[in-house]
């Protein structure tokens, strides 16, 4: 069986088995099963149907169970872990998967061992390397080449992969995390190494104790490791969220922490960071297929002006930076970006993932383990430093700049590193430079910073959930997988949310973001779901109508900016609903809006402009041409508004006036619309061959093609005729002009 299928039939009885539609997902488990090698599989699926047919049979025969609904709960329960099991079964032997290797490579040493299955603490193959480890005196720091730190390393290495490739944990998992939490052992980042793993084995196989232990994990409140066990359990949660509500356990204990504040806005940071993700592709294409070709072409004068030493900002509040300013004064759209992309960053936005995945290639990051692994300034990689000729005498600042750098992930940190080791000399000589710098300003960065009891958790999740990101977009193990990144990202609508984060102020908070960051569609669902209960909230409505708006669905938009209208009467409102409306072709209602809205606003140049547009549309040139004036008025060196103005002169067959502001927008960039419509006036005078000359202009400017040249043509053939020119001359002059461009 094709693994893809495999993956998508598991799926599909998930989905079943939670709509209640048992007999259908029993009969794709029973295909699966052929699949499988296991004799207790097949076993284990008789007596699911056997129990199924007989409860069945008791109901129809009326027999009042009063254990019916125990029952048929423990059943769904089975079914989806045979399922998973069956999966499991199917991908061990077909798949190839580096997972199953790892995992058949463990279980064979174990059967060297004379055992065959893990049942205690004891059966653990690295028992004797545990109970080493813990007997050993705390203060003991040994030698990173030493045996003992080899062996610890090993040891760390086979807990990890224990608690990954485990399908089940039984009594031997739980003292193991038992010990690990309590023995005082283990360092933060191993145990968040061990917290990574639990949530990687729970993504792979449901089951309610790894949930537990994540809340038990998460409880024991140990900074760094709690962030990743709230962080895994969440991303858990939202994977199964169709099995939630059938294990009631969970959400028991879930809804008993949720009656603390802290705990729930612990989940509310994470679920905003999580859906945050979905920026980071947009992000990823803005700089690469925007500002860094801008930047390129720029690149002489970044060279000449761009002073390391004074572009860091040594103070939160400089503000722009005079040196950006200078060098972009000829690219201010660059520099506004620049800002937004630093604004972005300070939010937690992850910028630099198109920056560091080509630089994911390092033997490093072939061991699956380190693509979790938090940074921290001990690690063997920065011990590797040590011994370069320029980077070693700056090592510790350069780690220390490292590890307390908010905006960077724990994985990136590790390609920069590793990277710095191939620089040229002076290229290293620079980045410690830069990084003793950074140092600087991270101290006083967190010296001015404004008190906030959450900001250290706020980071913590970041930088983890973005290595998360990485490991499901980057990592050669990703098609093992399902990347829980892609699609909508809709936490809001999981169980978990509504048990944890449904509260108006935190649903507000999410729409907010969404309606922020133009995810209209997420945005308008919330924002729906609160106007029910704030039916006089102007403001509700107008954000409801502005999505409406931006999806095109200007009838909705209609109805909403309409009702805000009536609660709070202003001309912002009032301009929407003649953008609507004249968006439905309905121009003169559109107009008269506008002309309320310039009762109110007089000297609003934007209700001037949509004025003057609906005059146009309605061919009252006249009118039009008044409300443009005042336009050229105000903005006297706004060259686009000449265009409207040619044009309506044209229209009104007043040629003269209309080449001399068709003279003055030649002073810009004519468009292919302008030349068309100065072809137009050159035949409206007679002079037709510089008409066809115009109009194959128009065609070669690569803004329109012939096809939709053709189209405008015969669209402004009433206008000509109007205004004088021979109708049986147009099909010629067009025939003469294609024959020209052939």
Same mark, same amino acid.
């Given at each position: 069986?094709?693994?893809?299928?495999?993956?998508?039939?598991?799926?599909?009885?998930?989905?079943?088995?939670?709509?209640?539609?048992?007999?259908?997902?029993?009969?794709?488990?029973?295909?699966?099963?052929?699949?499988?090698?296991?004799?207790?599989?097949?076993?284990?699926?008789?007596?699911?149907?056997?129990?199924?047919?007989?409860?069945?049979?008791?109901?129809?025969?009326?027999?009042?169970?009063?254990?019916?609904?125990?029952?048929?709960?423990?059943?769904?329960?089975?079914?989806?872990?045979?399922?998973?099991?069956?999966?499991?079964?199917?991908?061990?032997?077909?798949?190839?998967?580096?997972?199953?290797?790892?995992?058949?490579?463990?279980?064979?040493?174990?059967?060297?061992?004379?055992?065959?299955?893990?049942?205690?603490?004891?059966?653990?193959?690295?028992?004797?390397?545990?109970?080493?480890?813990?007997?050993?005196?705390?203060?003991?720091?040994?030698?990173?080449?030493?045996?003992?730190?080899?062996?610890?390393?090993?040891?760390?290495?086979?807990?990890?992969?224990?608690?990954?490739?485990?399908?089940?944990?039984?009594?031997?998992?739980?003292?193991?995390?038992?010990?690990?939490?309590?023995?005082?052992?283990?360092?933060?980042?191993?145990?968040?190494?061990?917290?990574?793993?639990?949530?990687?084995?729970?993504?792979?196989?449901?089951?309610?104790?790894?949930?537990?232990?994540?809340?038990?994990?998460?409880?024991?409140?140990?900074?760094?490791?709690?962030?990743?066990?709230?962080?895994?359990?969440?991303?858990?949660?939202?994977?199964?969220?169709?099995?939630?509500?059938?294990?009631?356990?969970?959400?028991?204990?879930?809804?008993?922490?949720?009656?603390?504040?802290?705990?729930?806005?612990?989940?509310?940071?994470?679920?905003?960071?999580?859906?945050?993700?979905?920026?980071?592709?947009?992000?990823?294409?803005?700089?690469?297929?925007?500002?860094?070709?801008?930047?390129?072409?720029?690149?002489?004068?970044?060279?000449?002006?761009?002073?390391?030493?004074?572009?860091?900002?040594?103070?939160?509040?400089?503000?722009?930076?005079?040196?950006?300013?200078?060098?972009?004064?000829?690219?201010?759209?660059?520099?506004?970006?620049?800002?937004?992309?630093?604004?972005?960053?300070?939010?937690?936005?992850?910028?630099?993932?198109?920056?560091?995945?080509?630089?994911?290639?390092?033997?490093?990051?072939?061991?699956?383990?380190?693509?979790?692994?938090?940074?921290?300034?001990?690690?063997?990689?920065?011990?590797?430093?040590?011994?370069?000729?320029?980077?070693?005498?700056?090592?510790?600042?350069?780690?220390?700049?490292?590890?307390?750098?908010?905006?960077?992930?724990?994985?990136?940190?590790?390609?920069?590193?590793?990277?710095?080791?191939?620089?040229?000399?002076?290229?290293?000589?620079?980045?410690?430079?830069?990084?003793?710098?950074?140092?600087?300003?991270?101290?006083?960065?967190?010296?001015?910073?404004?008190?906030?009891?959450?900001?250290?958790?706020?980071?913590?999740?970041?930088?983890?959930?973005?290595?998360?990101?990485?490991?499901?977009?980057?990592?050669?193990?990703?098609?093992?997988?399902?990347?829980?990144?892609?699609?909508?990202?809709?936490?809001?609508?999981?169980?978990?949310?509504?048990?944890?984060?449904?509260?108006?102020?935190?649903?507000?908070?999410?729409?907010?973001?969404?309606?922020?960051?133009?995810?209209?569609?997420?945005?308008?669902?919330?924002?729906?779901?609160?106007?029910?209960?704030?039916?006089?909230?102007?403001?509700?409505?107008?954000? =409801? !109508? %502005? $999505? @409406?708006?931006?999806?095109?669905?200007? #009838? +909705?938009?209609?109805? &909403? *900016?309409? /009702?805000?209208?009536?609660?709070?009467?202003?001309?912002?409102?009032?301009?929407?609903?003649?953008?609507?409306?004249?968006?439905?072709?309905?121009?003169?209602?559109?107009?008269?809006?506008?002309?309320?809205?310039?009762?109110?606003?007089?000297?609003?140049?934007?209700?001037?402009?949509?004025?003057?547009?609906?005059?146009?549309?309605?061919?009252?040139?006249?009118?039009?041409?008044?409300?443009?004036?005042?336009?050229?008025?105000?903005?006297?060196?706004?060259?686009?508004?000449?265009?409207? =103005? !040619? %044009? $309506? @002169?044209?229209?009104?067959?007043?040629? #003269? +006036?209309?080449?001399? &502001? *068709?003279? /003055?927008?030649?002073?810009?960039?004519?468009?292919?619309?302008?030349?068309?419509?100065?072809?137009?006036?050159?035949?409206?005078?007679?002079?037709?061959?510089?008409?066809?000359?115009?109009?194959?202009?128009?065609?070669?400017?690569?803004?329109?093609?012939?096809?939709?040249?053709?189209?405008?043509?015969?669209?402004?053939?009433?206008?000509?005729?109007?205004?004088?020119?021979?109708?049986?001359?147009?099909?010629?002059?067009?025939?003469?002009?294609?024959?020209?461009?052939?």
């Amino acid at each position: 069986m094709e693994i893809v299928k495999v993956i998508q039939l598991h799926r599909r009885i998930c989905q079943l088995v939670s709509e209640k539609k048992i007999k259908q997902s029993l009969d794709i488990l029973s295909k699966m099963i052929v699949f499988t090698s296991s004799g207790d599989l097949h076993d284990d699926y008789e007596n699911i149907v056997m129990t199924y047919r007989n409860m069945l049979s008791y109901t129809i025969d009326g027999i009042n169970d009063p254990e019916r609904n125990k029952i048929y709960l423990k059943l769904i329960q089975s079914i989806l872990r045979l399922s998973d099991r069956v999966r499991q079964d199917i991908l061990s032997h077909f798949s190839g998967w580096h997972t199953y290797w790892v995992k058949q490579q463990t279980e064979k040493e174990l059967r060297l061992t004379g055992k065959s299955i893990v049942e205690t603490v004891d059966d653990l193959m690295f028992k004797s390397e545990l109970d080493e480890w813990l007997k050993l005196s705390n203060e003991i720091n040994p030698d990173p080449d030493s045996e003992i730190s080899n062996k610890h390393k090993r040891l760390i290495s086979n807990i990890f992969n224990h608690l990954w490739l485990t399908d089940y944990y039984g009594e031997a998992e739980e003292s193991l995390i038992s010990i690990i939490l309590t023995s005082g052992k283990f360092r933060w980042h191993e145990a968040s190494l061990f917290t990574s793993a639990l949530t990687l084995s729970s993504l792979r196989t449901w089951q309610t104790e790894k949930i537990m232990y994540l809340l038990d994990i998460y409880e024991a409140s140990q900074e760094q490791v709690m962030e990743r066990a709230l962080s895994g359990l969440i991303l858990n949660l939202h994977y199964y969220n169709d099995r939630i509500l059938l294990y009631p356990e969970i959400g028991k204990r879930i809804k008993k922490m949720s009656r603390n504040s802290k705990f729930r806005e612990h989940c509310r940071i994470i679920v905003l960071q999580t859906i945050r993700s979905r920026e980071t592709e947009m992000l990823a294409r803005k700089l690469h297929d925007e500002i860094l070709p801008q930047v390129a072409k720029l690149k002489p004068q970044i060279e000449e002006k761009l002073d390391l030493d004074n572009i860091l900002p040594r103070e939160k509040t400089e503000g722009k930076n005079p040196d950006w300013a200078a060098m972009f004064n000829d690219s201010e759209e660059i520099f506004k970006t620049m800002e937004d992309l630093t604004r972005l960053q300070m939010e937690g936005a992850d910028v630099y993932m198109s920056a560091f995945a080509n630089m994911k290639h390092f033997d490093f990051f072939k061991d699956f383990q380190n693509w979790f692994v938090p940074f921290y300034p001990d690690h063997e990689t920065v011990n590797e430093i040590y011994r370069d000729e320029i980077l070693g005498p700056g090592t510790n600042e350069l780690s220390e700049a490292l590890y307390k750098t908010p905006f960077i992930c724990n994985s990136d940190k590790y390609s920069l590193l590793l990277n710095l080791k191939y620089l040229p000399s002076s290229q290293k000589s620079m980045m410690l430079k830069v990084f003793r710098m950074e140092l600087e300003g991270l101290q006083q960065l967190n010296d001015e910073e404004s008190i906030d009891s959450y900001r250290n958790f706020r980071i913590n999740v970041t930088q983890y959930l973005q290595d998360f990101y990485r490991f499901f977009k980057l990592s050669p193990y990703k098609k093992e997988f399902e990347d829980i990144f892609s699609g909508r990202m809709d936490i809001y609508n999981s169980e978990f949310f509504r048990m944890t984060g449904n509260t108006e102020d935190a649903e507000a908070g999410l729409a907010d973001y969404f309606f922020s960051k133009n995810f209209y569609d997420d945005a308008l669902i919330l924002y729906l779901k609160h106007v029910i209960s704030k039916p006089d909230n102007a403001q509700l409505y107008e954000k =409801i !109508a %502005y $999505c @409406y708006q931006e999806n095109a669905d200007y #009838e +909705d938009a209609l109805i &909403y *900016y309409r /009702r805000a209208e009536l609660i709070d009467r202003k001309a912002w409102t009032l301009k929407k609903i003649g953008l609507c409306l004249r968006r439905l072709g309905r121009t003169e209602e559109a107009l008269e809006y506008y002309l309320q809205a310039g009762n109110m606003e007089p000297e609003n140049i934007h209700t001037v402009i949509m004025t003057a547009h609906c005059y146009l549309d309605l061919k009252d040139y006249d009118q039009a041409l008044k409300n443009y004036f005042r336009v050229e008025y105000r903005e006297p060196e706004n060259l686009k508004i000449l265009r409207p =103005i !040619a %044009y $309506c @002169y044209f229209a009104l067959g007043r040629f #003269e +006036d209309s080449e001399k &502001y *068709y003279d /003055r927008l030649s002073a810009g960039k004519l468009t292919a619309h302008d030349l068309i419509n100065k072809g137009h006036l050159a035949l409206c005078n007679g002079e037709k061959r510089v008409a066809v000359d115009l109009y194959r202009q128009s065609i070669s400017s690569d803004e329109i093609t012939k096809e939709q040249f053709i189209t405008i043509f015969a669209g402004d053939q009433e206008l000509l005729t109007s205004l004088g020119v021979n109708p049986d001359d147009l099909p010629i002059l067009l025939d003469y002009l294609l024959f020209s461009i052939a």
